[in-house]
């Protein structure tokens, strides 16, 4: 059964640090695996999706990567800002029902 | 503008009380889903449903009802609401059935209290 890891569970750095979210699953079986926000009391923001065969995506000073073999995906921050702040979550998915496996989470402070 | 719209955002209810939550989405989606997110339990999926007329369970989908009459529209039913459905609740949609490439579209959330 799938699992997804999410270390550190909070994470507080000063503001223009770069910065590297960790998320591991345990099946490396998955079709994508997707990067999430969510600022507190609200919705989640989809940030970037990593489909099986490719290794990396970037949006703007995010990037992740994605290293099936070893069962983990990062997702780094360059030149962090306080409007950072948030939960980051990654989700797995990993079998034809489109059902996803969520981490549970790195809340994430950044300070000015 | 492309978003997925619940409401009510706040709900305070009695035991027993049968309430509707419900789901918009104006992206032509087929994929639809309900999550429930509580503190140290993470995201958990209520039901889904991949096309009108098409529901199935997720993780967690006793006490809950849900109908996809039109492809807009996901409502979330809870029958005899009890305190454990205290929750936050959130939908989400996507098209190609929120796999490969298409990331999933959520909504604002529903705080739920049961009483």
Redesign the interface.
């Known amino acids: 059964k799938q699992e997804v890891t999410q270390i550190p569970a909070a994470l507080s750095v000063p503001e223009g640090e770069n910065l590297v979210l960790n998320c591991s699953f345990t099946d490396s079986a998955i079709?994508?695996l997707?990067w999430?926000r969510q600022d507190p009391?609200?919705?989640?923001?989809?940030l970037l999706?990593i489909?099986s065969s490719q290794r990396e995506q970037t949006s703007g000073r995010l990037n992740a990567s994605l290293d099936k073999s070893s069962g983990r995906s990062t997702l780094y921050i360059a030149a962090s800002q306080p409007g950072d702040s948030a939960t980051y979550?990654c989700?797995v998915?990993s079998d034809s029902?489109?059902?996803?496996i969520?981490?549970?989470?790195t809340k994430l402070i950044i300070k000015p | 503008e492309a978003q997925v719209t619940q409401n009510p955002r706040y709900l305070i209810t009695v035991t027993g009380k049968k309430l509707t939550v419900t789901c918009s989405q104006n992206m032509n989606h087929e994929y639809m889903s309900w999550y429930r997110q509580d503190p140290g339990l993470g995201l958990r999926q209520i039901y889904y449903s991949m096309n009108v007329e098409v529901t199935d369970k997720g993780d967690v989908p006793e006490g809950y009802k849900v109908s996809r009459k039109e492809k807009r529209n996901f409502p979330l039913i809870l029958e005899s609401p009890s305190p454990n459905q205290t929750s936050l609740y959130f939908c989400a949609s996507s098209s190609k059935a929120g796999s490969y490439n298409s990331p999933l579209h959520f909504g604002n959330g529903t705080r739920l209290t049961v009483t």
Not at chain 1, 41 to 46: E, I, M, R
Not at chain 1, 97 to 100: E, I, K
């Open positions: 079709y994508n997707q999430f009391g609200k919705g989640l923001t989809s999706l489909q979550l989700a998915d029902n489109y059902q996803l969520w981490g549970a989470g």
